[in-house]
């Protein structure tokens, strides 16, 4: 979003000590992006190895904090710290006392005294994870996804997918952590959806032209600053693109009055197989899981070649041992 | 100097106010004589220099110099320092009963006193809501020994539910001269049509906290660039806006007077502009907070920050400090609202909204307004003290009045530090502020409460 440069950066406090937390992915910029997918590269190898494991964390605690449900991204995260040699612990609301009238506040404090180096939090509160970072001492703080806010690790993994799946492809014009002309649309929910934030906030630092398609009542209600356009109409949009990128329908939109029906969505706005067919040969399909087939989009093109959602499952592994790594990492050598 | 400020209607005065006035408690011991020396005197009737002699808790002279006071006179230094009649505050949560561990009538009215108010207006929405003549009279009780007068706001509706008209005349007939549902407005038409009918007889004023709470319903910031970037649900200003021009269509159907609380958008200051000047019987009051700060301080999502009405766009604050400067606002009320450290310390979703103001509001005032003193104390003081009915608040400093006054050096800078706020509560959005105009001294009913910027009790 453009208009964060003329405003206090959401990610840096001042009067936050100078610390290493991934709480924007908009913090690292497009160089940052770019050395995050760089390291990613050595821990894809990793993955393929025997024994997929390096000492690069040994010694180190990470923390995944996860006042909400996700069980696919905290076993995301905590794969990729156990490959790092990290210990893990995990923390989850319902086994906590959160619900016991502790405030956020002495969890947060309670967790950091049994002496931990990392912790990924996870709230269905927008803006937890800078609030936790402010009451850390020394922890470092990585956003495993904040409310409608963001989900900087997703937006990494969705950018190494697209760069290295676009990699040699005739159109791609720049280097290999590069979105230069790269054509994407997000399609869907974009207002209640943190992916959607961090998304624009990667795609458009590595240079992709970014184009959100939903119905007025599922975009936020002000894109002032955002570098995007707009469309309400995916068949245009469709012919155009590199990468066509779904977000997932939460059926309690329909309680809200924002959308009449899920039928009424999956016909203008869902990847049917029809509408798949309007997509250039070699455009990507992406989706960041889990996948409401046959409303968003068909069975049938979520299954499709072109459909890279399980890669990007796959990939998170990867990027996150990255994350980890360049926030706690030791300096140990990664072929150790 | 502004005109002189609209008088309560004299026929509001018939009744006692429903304030604990110092004279009528006779359980302090006497108050001693107070000789407030080397000040400018600012009131309604305009600005000289002069002292005032305090005796028994009424002012026995002002506007001389007095070079020699009786013996055991307590002289309190008022040099480069303007005297004024003592702030009002249309809108404070004393949080008691119900809710101590945030405040109480007590600290309140300490945190009151520093900020030079001598009398303030505890909003009802208490637990239990002040909903009836016997919490009306609970609250009266404690506030008699309290460091500013305490006059009670009850509610319109029962339990502030908006389902059935609270007992109006009950709660009026004990003085009571404000009736608010505060907390969240009247969303019932016809239901506030009926109050403000009901009202019409009893000479008080219903004020209403505008808020469509459909429109408004799971905002927690205003809603607009930065609440979509924050990915925080927002509450547009047109939630307050509707409310505003429902409440006027109300006033002119039944011509009772309305007071608009905390208004905090561009278009209300707009629409109350437009109603004053069609004759509408309105009045309004707008927070310091709502006059300097923006939707743009809840970046970081520090829950200082989390208010409602919420901290609103640049545009909407410099809207608000028009409406104060061309009289469309009639008064600074702070909407003093304490939270608990624990309270605050949530996500900024279940994060309670409310900030405190009664030790900043001065200072916040003089330093963001670019107007003269007379007219910011006008904005504090006599005219908040006109709404609320308060006849022993915001006279003229002559003698034969009770002494109820503050001493305000308008020159001193000072730094807003949380840990050293009289308040239980340490939700203010100024911490680290520099403000500039601090309270020196504060008397009430001739009792010197504030001494050198210092509690005496
Ligand atoms: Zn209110």
């Known amino acids: 979003m453009k208009a964060a440069t003329d405003l206090p950066p959401v990610g840096r406090h001042a009067g936050q000590p100078a610390r290493r937390h991934l709480l924007s992915v908009a913090d690292l ?113 990585i956003n495993g996804g904040d409310g409608w806010h963001e989900h900087p690790t997703q937006a990494l993994l969705d950018c190494y997918t697209i760069t290295r799946m676009l990699a040699g492809a005739p159109a791609h014009e720049g280097g290999p952590g590069s ?22 906030l990667a795609f458009s630092a590595l240079g992709a032209h970014v184009t959100l398609v939903a119905p007025p009542t599922l975009l936020p209600p002000s894109l002032a600053g955002w570098p995007v356009e707009v469309s309400h109409d995916l068949d245009a949009v469709l012919p155009t693109l590199d990468v066509v990128y779904l977000l997932r329908l939460q059926q309690e939109r329909m309680r809200e009055a924002l959308l009449p029906s899920l039928r009424e969505y999956t016909a203008t706005y869902g990847l049917t197989s029809t509408r798949a067919r309007l997509l250039p040969d070699d455009a990507l399909i992406m989706h960041p899981g889990p996948v409401n087939r046959g409303v968003e989009i068909a069975a049938e093109v979520a299954d499709q070649p072109s459909s890279v959602i399980t890669r990007q499952v796959a990939n998170g592994v990867a990027v996150r041992m990255a994350v980890l790594y360049l926030l706690l990492g030791s300096g140990v050598d990664l072929a150790a | ?23 009528h408690t006779g359980v302090r011991r006497r108050p001693p004589t107070v000789l407030i020396h080397g000040g400018t005197l600012v009131d309604p009737t305009g600005t000289r220099p002069g ?40 809108h404070t949560h004393l949080r008691e009963p119900g809710r101590e561990e945030a405040e109480t009538v007590e600290t309140g009215s300490r945190a009151a006193a520093l900020g030079g108010y001598t009398a303030v207006v505890a909003m009802p929405n208490t637990e239990p809501a002040i909903d009836s003549a016997a919490v009306v009279r609970q609250v009266l009780e404690l506030g008699r020994d309290a ?22 005349a009950e709660m009026a007939a004990l003085g009571v001269k404000l009736f608010t549902d505060d907390g969240s ?100 009051e707008a927070t310091p907070h709502h006059l300097c700060l923006t939707d743009a301080c809840v970046a970081g999502y520090d829950t200082v920050f989390k208010v409602n009405p919420p901290l609103r766009s640049a545009e ?54 670019d107007l003269p003193i007379e007219r910011v104390v006008a904005l504090l003081s006599w005219k908040p003290a006109a709404i609320a009915g308060l006849a022993e608040h915001g006279r003229p400093i002559t003698a034969g009045i009770p002494a109820n006054l503050c001493v305000i050096d308008p020159e001193m800078e000072w730094t807003v530090d949380p840990a050293r706020m009289a308040s239980r509560s340490r939700n203010t959005p100024f911490a680290g502020r520099t403000l500039r105009g601090r309270v020196r001294h504060t008397v009430l009913a001739g009792e010197p409460v504030v001494v050198n910027g210092q509690a005496q009790r």
């Not at chain 1, 690069?56 to 995301?76: I, N, Q």
């Not at chain 2, 028009?322 to 702070?334: H, K, N, R, S, V």
């Open chain 1, 179 to 200: 979105l230069a002309g790269v054509r994407i649309a997000i399609v869907g929910d974009i207002r209640h959806s943190r992916v959607a934030r961090s998304d624009v």
């Open chain 2, 147 to 168: 460091l500013c007068d305490v006059a009670v706001a009850g509610s319109i509706t029962v339990g502030r539910e908006g389902t059935r008209l609270a007992p109006l």
């Open chain 2, 316 to 369: 909407d604050a410099a809207a608000i400090r028009a409406g104060l400067a061309d009289g469309t606002i009639d008064a600074i009320a702070t909407d003093h609202a304490p939270h608990a450290k624990e309270a605050k310390e949530a996500p900024f979703d279940q994060a309670p909204p409310g900030m405190i103001g009664l030790e900043t509001a001065l200072g916040v005032a003089l330093s963001e307004l």
């Open chain 1, 29 to 141: 910029g497009a160089d940052g992006i770019e050395e995050v997918l760089r390291v990613t590269d050595s821990f894809v190898e990793v993955s393929g190895r025997a024994i997929p494991k390096v000492p690069a964390l040994r010694g180190k605690t990470v923390v995944s904090l996860f006042f909400e449900d996700s069980t696919r991204t905290r076993l995301s995260f905590e794969t990729a710290a156990r490959r790092l040699s990290a210990d893990v612990m995990t923390f989850s609301a319902a086994s906590s006392s959160v619900n016991k009238g502790e405030s956020l506040r002495d969890t947060v404090e309670t967790i950091e005294a049994m002496g931990i180096d990392g912790v990924v939090v996870r709230h269905a509160g927008s803006g937890v994870p800078w609030q936790v970072a402010r009451w850390l001492r020394q922890a470092a703080v």
């Open chain 2, 185 to 284: 407005g009247v969303q019932d038409a016809r239901l506030m049509r009926r109050a403000l009918e009901y009202a019409s007889s009893l000479g008080v004023t219903l004020a209403q906290h505008c808020e469509d709470s459909s429109l408004a319903a799971g905002g927690h910031m205003h809603e607009g660039e930065w609440s979509s970037r924050l990915g925080i649900p927002g509450q547009p200003a047109e939630a307050e806006e509707l409310m505003v021009m429902r409440d006027l269509a109300l006033c002119r159907l039944t011509g009772t007077p309305v007071h608009f609380l905390h208004l905090s958008t561009a278009r209300s200051v707009a629409m109350v502009r437009g109603a004053k000047a069609s004759g509408l019987p309105v009045t309004a």
């Open chain 2, 51 to 90: 002292d005032v002699l305090i005796q028994d808790g009424v002012i026995v002279s002002a506007g001389n110099r007095v070079e020699s006071a009786p013996a055991g006179t307590v002289v309190l230094d008022a040099g480069g320092c303007v005297v004024a009649p003592g702030l009002v505050d249309l």
């Open chain 2, 1 to 23: 100097m502004p005109p002189e400020p609209s008088r309560p209607d004299p026929a509001l005065r018939r009744q006692r106010p429903a304030t604990t006035s110092r004279q």
